[in-house]
T-cell receptor
Framework: KQEVTQIPAALSVPEGENLVLNCSFT??????LQWFRQDPGKGLTSLLLIQSSQREQTSGRLNASLDKSSGRSTLYIAASQPGDSATYLCAVRPGSNYKLTFGKGTLLTVNP | GAVVSQHPSWVICKSGTSVKIECRSLDFQATTMFWYRQFPKQSLMLMATSNEGSKATYEQGVEKDKFLINHASLTLSTLTVTSAHPEDSSFYIC??????????????FGAGSRLTVL
């Protein structure tokens, strides 16, 4: 059974700092990995999706990497801003079906 | 493009009543939709897969008679929590993949529905 772990559970940083969020998964046989953002009481916004054959994806200040063999992914946020404050979720997709397995998320607070 | 609308966004009900949550794909057709549940500070857990024109498939431990799912059209799936109890209070989120087009196979999530059972 796939398990997804995110570390740290919570992170508080001053504005402008670069930061890294970590995600690990136990079964490396994944189809893709996705990072989401969730604001309090809201749904999920997809940030980056990395296919199993890819090693990284970038969008603006965000960069996600994937090391499938070691079961790890990182989300790098450059020059953090207060608006980045949210919970960041990592999810892996096992194959052709869409049964995503989510981590518990990292609650990020960026202080002005 | 690829918008999923979920309604209501929040609902409070008395114990023993039933609550219906709707999930609509606004600008694409979805033969499959997924229902997730999220308890506070926990990860999203897949409850069931909703299939247009056929029965939903439920994950282990999810009571199909309690969580009724209907996928009557290519753009609408509903989740009905029957005889709700306080332990059913949770955040319910639906998602749907596009069946075709440039963004086919990308999952789009609804904004979620917060259920509080008194």
């Amino acid at each position: 059974k796939q398990e997804v772990t995110q570390i740290p559970a919570a992170l508080s940083v001053p504005e402008g700092e670069n930061l890294v969020l970590n995600c690990s998964f136990t079964d490396s046989a994944i189809y893709n990995l996705q990072w989401f953002r969730q604001d309090p009481g809201k749904g999920l916004t997809s940030l980056l999706l990395i296919q199993s054959s890819q090693r990284e994806q970038t969008s603006g200040r965000l960069n996600a990497s994937l090391d499938k063999s070691s079961g790890r992914s990182t989300l790098y946020i450059a020059a953090s801003q207060p608006g980045d404050s949210a919970t960041y979720l990592c999810a892996v997709r096992p194959g052709s079906n869409y049964k995503l397995t989510f981590g518990k998320g990292t609650l990020l607070t960026v202080n002005p | 493009g690829a918008v999923v609308s979920q309604h209501p966004s929040w609902v409070i009900c008395k114990s023993g009543t039933s609550v219906k949550i709707e999930c609509r794909s606004l600008d694409f057709q979805a033969t499959t939709m997924f229902w997730y549940r999220q308890f506070p500070k926990q990860s999203l857990m897949l409850m069931a897969t909703s299939n247009e024109g056929s029965k939903a498939t439920y994950e282990q431990g999810v009571e199909k008679d309690k969580f009724l799912i209907n996928h009557a059209s290519l753009t609408l799936s509903t989740l009905t929590v029957t005889s709700a109890h306080p332990e059913d209070s949770s955040f319910y989120i639906c998602s749907a993949p596009r069946d075709r087009g440039r963004r086919a196979n990308v999952l789009t999530f609804g904004a979620g529905s917060r259920l509080t059972v008194l």
